[in-house]
């Protein structure tokens, strides 16, 4: 049995535990929060948040790509989000590689080099700093000024505010 059948048992089980109800599409705390894929930041238990409270928009480093600016366009115009929250964390995935290495060797292994941005970084702090910038600089998003960036430590679980 995969993992995921595994996870469909607990999902039954968690649905059984609870009743039903209906939340509002538009997030109550009209934020929206910009993180890594990592798999020991839970970000609704680190902030203290639930169900229906905030967007979480989630990449490899919790970069600002084209995509996450997509997603962040929706989450203000149609959805009313106000506020952004940009959380990169210690020991990143993504300080392991660099653009050129891992360029290579996708392109090394398929004969194809990739049309996307590795967007791997060294310095938390600074590209930390870039992601609200960019964020900052985007003409798709009407709310540009309550942009905050922060680096999670995943043993301590503490935020720490990244200063512009
Ligand atoms: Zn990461």
Redesign the pocket.
């Known amino acids: 049995m995969g993992v995921i059948d595994e996870l469909l048992g607990n999902n039954r089980d968690f649905a059984a535990g609870l009743t039903e109800r209906h939340l509002d599409v538009r997030p109550s705390r009209r934020l929206a929060i910009v993180t ?3 798999s020991r930041l839970d970000v609704f238990a680190a902030l203290g948040l639930g169900d229906g409270e905030a967007h979480v928009l989630r990449n ?3 970069v600002i790509t084209d995509d996450v600016i997509r997603s962040l366009a929706i989450s203000q115009r149609l959805l009313g989000t106000r506020e952004v929250m940009l959380i ?2 210690s020991d ?3 300080q392991k590689v660099t653009d050129d290495g891992f360029r290579a060797e996708l392109q090394g292994d398929t004969g194809v080099a990739p049309a996307f941005a590795i967007e791997s970084f060294t310095d938390l702090d600074a590209d930390v700093r870039q992601s609200v910038l960019r964020v900052r600089n985007s003409p798709f998003l009407p709310h540009r000024d309550a942009v905050r960036g922060f680096v999670y430590d995943v043993d301590t679980h503490r935020l720490r505010e990244v200063s512009g």
């Open positions: 890594c894929m990592d490899a480093g919790g990169h964390h990143c995935g993504m």
